[in-house]
């Protein structure tokens, strides 16, 4: 019987992999985190993940939740100088508008997914430096999911990831918005379902804020 040929990689594989590796051996030590996962892995298709945004680091949370390649929708900013801008372009990450109102980006993101990848989506936007729990959503993702009929998968940190101080995300199930696939959207569709994605986030957050909470009071 022949052997089966192992797929060849793509260089953003190749680097996802390298990625993944330099994460555990250096920056783990130093930004130690704890991702709290369903038994389901998410490895069996494309996904587009998505959670609330606190930290810079916060695409370490999402991309070491999936060995799939992964790639983050950034804002148009990061592509235009320095060293941000070498390591978002050697990680293919998207170019997107902050109010998500790029149809280049959602185009290339599309793509992405069709190809078997999956894609990291902050909505909020920006990274939340308020008190608020969330900050208010940008379209983007919701529309994206039902497009290309992608599962969307929720996550949630309480805390900021900061140096020697474990960082915890929860995720939740994966969440499909069936009943909308091959209908034309309207804004108040997308109104809707942005709003549950919304809430599945605050729920999540509720949830690890409670674990974390009695953790604390074991120790104690």
Request: glycine residues 4%; positive net charge.
């Amino acid at each position: 019987m022949a052997k089966t040929e192992k797929k060849k990689l793509t260089k953003f594989e190749k680097w996802f992999r390298f990625m993944h590796r330099f994460v555990y051996v250096v920056y783990r030590p130093f930004y130690p985190y704890k991702i709290h996962l369903p038994e389901r892995p998410y490895e069996d298709r494309p996904y587009i993940i998505i959670g609330n945004h606190l930290s810079l680091f916060d695409p370490v949370l999402a991309a070491m939740a999936t060995k799939k390649p992964m790639h983050f929708m950034a804002k148009k900013e990061l592509f235009e100088k320095g060293l941000m801008k070498k390591f978002v372009n050697k990680c293919e990450c998207i170019p997107v508008y902050r109010d998500g109102s790029d149809m280049n980006g959602v185009l290339k993101a599309m793509k992405y997914l069709k190809n078997g990848e999956s894609i990291g989506i902050f909505p909020e936007g920006k990274r939340n430096r308020t008190n608020e729990k969330l900050l208010p959503f940008k379209s983007g993702a919701t529309a994206l999911a039902i497009k290309t009929k992608t599962p969307i998968i929720p996550f949630a940190q309480v805390k900021k990831i900061k140096f020697w101080r474990t960082a915890h995300a929860l995720y939740g199930d994966p969440i499909e918005f069936t009943e909308y696939y091959g209908k034309k959207l309207t804004e108040e569709d997308i109104k809707v379902c942005d709003e549950i994605l919304r809430q599945k986030i605050l729920e999540l957050y509720e949830q690890l804020s409670e674990m974390l909470s009695k953790k604390k009071k074991k120790r104690g």
